[in-house]
Nanobody
Framework: QVQLVESGGGLVQAGGSLRLSCAAS????????MGWFRQAPGKERVFVAA????????YYADSVKGRFTISRDNAKNTVYLQMNSLKPEDTAVYYC???????????????????WGKGTLVTISS
């Protein structure tokens, strides 16, 4: 099976930045769409950002538009989430996930993902 491992989480002050990484196993990484999701304490997991196999299509949740940037490096089997202007409400466990389907404008509607990482904790202090 494909394994996804997130890294880069930690504690940062409001207004600061973090870059999350998701390393994937396997030679077929370039064929997958990749997504980032997050789950705050006591809340359901929600969509954050997605990128297709070539990087030509990108979609963000309204809550992170203009602040977060998703990118990928297929040669390194890695997808990134650059997070700027962080807010306390960004505090959550962030998960990386993969799928062969590009959901277009339906990414916010609880998309089905094939593989999930175990998550990395991001804590933003005020």
């Amino acid at each position: 099976q494909v394994q996804l491992v997130e890294s880069g989480g930690g504690l940062v002050q409001a207004g600061g930045s973090l870059r999350l990484s998701c390393a994937a196993s396997g030679r077929t990484f370039s064929r997958y769409c990749m997504g980032w999701f997050r789950q705050a304490p006591g809340k359901e997991r929600v969509f954050v950002a997605a990128i297709n196999w070539s990087g030509s299509s990108i979609y963000y949740a309204d809550s992170v538009k203009g602040r977060f940037t998703i990118s990928r490096d297929n040669a390194k089997n890695t997808v990134y989430l650059q997070m700027n202007s962080l807010k306390p409400e960004d505090t959550a466990v962030y998960y990386c996930a993969s799928t062969t389907i590009w959901y277009g404008r339906r990414w916010s509607l609880d998309p089905t993902m094939e593989f999930w990482g175990k998550g990395t904790l991001v804590t933003i202090s005020s």
